[in-house]
C-alpha cells in the first residue's frame, strides 16, 4: 500500500466549531436541501458519505447500504463544541477506501476535498470505487465570494503584521485551501467524471449575527439570477462516463429472410427462353 499523508483531522473539528454559529447553521441548511434534491432520485445499492458527520448527506436516499466514513473515530451524538454528529461507520483515509473498483453508486463529498492533504488522489479514489454512471455529489466553499474575499483580506492583513486588529479576523475556519469550482471541473473532467449540475448559494453578506443575516435574506432570492457565481458556497454533481462503452442490441434478433429468385414458366413450357 503507498505511503499517504495524515488527513489534518484539527480542521474538520475546527469547521464543526464553526457550523455551531449563525453563518454556519446558515450555510449546513442550505447544502442539507441541496443533498437531499441531488441523491433522493439516485438509484442502485451502495452509497457512501466521505466526512462531514455534521450534515447527513444520505438522508434522503434510498439505497439499502449507506455509510458515513471519516478519519477518524467521531462521537455519535455530541462533540465538544455541541455540533450534533452522526455515527461513523467506517474508519479509514480519504485516499484509501477499503472498497473493491466499481462498487459504489453514489459517493458524497461535503467539504471534503477542502479538508483533504491531497484532494486530487481524494478524487481518484473516488472515480475508482464508483461503478460506470455512478455519481459523485461535491460541496465547497467558493473563494470568489463575499464570504472568501474577507477570508483572503484576512490573511493578507496577517501577512502584513496587521495581526490582532480586526482585518486580520478570520470570519471562515481555517478549513485548509478552498478549491475554485472552475479548477474543481477541471480536475472532474480528466477523471473522465462529466459535471452534470453546478449550482451556487448563500449570497448574504459575512455577517456574523443571526438578526443581520434574516436581514440580507433577500439576496438570496436575487442571487441566482443576479451574481450566481458569487455564491458562498458551490455545489456540484457528476456523473462517472467509461469510454467506449455502447449498447447491443439483443442477440436473438431474427434476421429478415433472403428473397428466392422467382421462377416464372413460359406459355411454351421453357422457362429458359427468352
Known amino acids: 500500500m503507498r505511503d499517504l499523508p495524515p488527513e489534518p483531522t484539527h480542521l474538520g473539528r475546527e469547521l464543526a466549531g464553526w457550523f455551531c454559529t449563525a453563518p454556519g447553521r446558515y450555510l449546513l441548511g442550505w447544502e442539507a436541501r441541496r443533498f437531499a434534491d441531488a441523491v433522493a432520485d439516485a438509484f442502485g445499492y451502495h452509497a457512501l458519505q466521505l466526512g462531514l458527520p455534521e450534515l447527513d448527506t444520505l438522508a ?3 439505497m439499502p447500504h449507506r455509510w458515513l466514513a471519516a478519519p477518524e473515530e467521531l462521537a455519535p451524538d455530541l462533540d465538544t463544541v455541541g455540533a450534533p454528529r452522526r455515527a461513523v461507520d467506517l474508519v479509514t483515509h480519504a485516499a484509501a ?4 473498483s466499481t462498487s459504489l453508486d ?3 463529498l461535503p467539504h471534503t476535498l477542502e479538508l483533504s ?4 488522489a481524494v478524487l481518484r479514489e473516488v472515480e475508482r470505487v464508483l461503478v460506470p454512471n455512478g455519481r459523485v455529489v461535491i460541496s465547497g466553499l467558493n473563494p470568489l465570494s463575499l464570504w472568501g474575499l474577507r477570508q483572503g483580506r484576512a490573511h493578507l492583513a496577517a501577512r502584513l503584521g496587521l495581526a490582532g486588529t480586526r482585518w486580520a ?4 475556519p481555517e478549513a485548509g485551501a478552498f478549491i475554485g469550482p472552475w479548477r474543481l471541473q477541471d480536475w472532474l473532467r480528466l477523471l473522465s467524471l462529466e459535471v452534470e449540475r453546478l449550482v451556487y448559494g448563500c449570497y448574504r453578506p459575512a455577517v456574523r449575527s443571526e438578526r443581520w443575516l434574516q ?3 433577500w439576496m438570496d432570492r436575487c442571487g441566482p439570477w443576479a451574481w450566481a457565481p458569487l455564491g458562498a458556497v458551490y455545489f456540484i454533481v457528476a456523473v462517472k462516463r467509461v469510454r467506449g462503452m455502447h449498447l447491443l442490441g439483443p442477440a436473438w434478433r431474427p434476421l429478415r429472410a433472403a428473397r428466392a429468385p422467382a421462377v416464372v414458366a413460359r406459355r411454351d413450357g421453357d422457362p429458359s427462353a427468352p
Open 60 to 62: 434522503a436516499n434510498r
Open 97 to 100: 477506501l477499503p472498497f473493491p
Open 106 to 108: 453514489l459517493v458524497t
Open 117 to 120: 492533504a491531497d484532494p486530487h
Open 169 to 172: 479576523r478570520l470570519y471562515l
Open 215 to 217: 436581514r440580507w435574506a
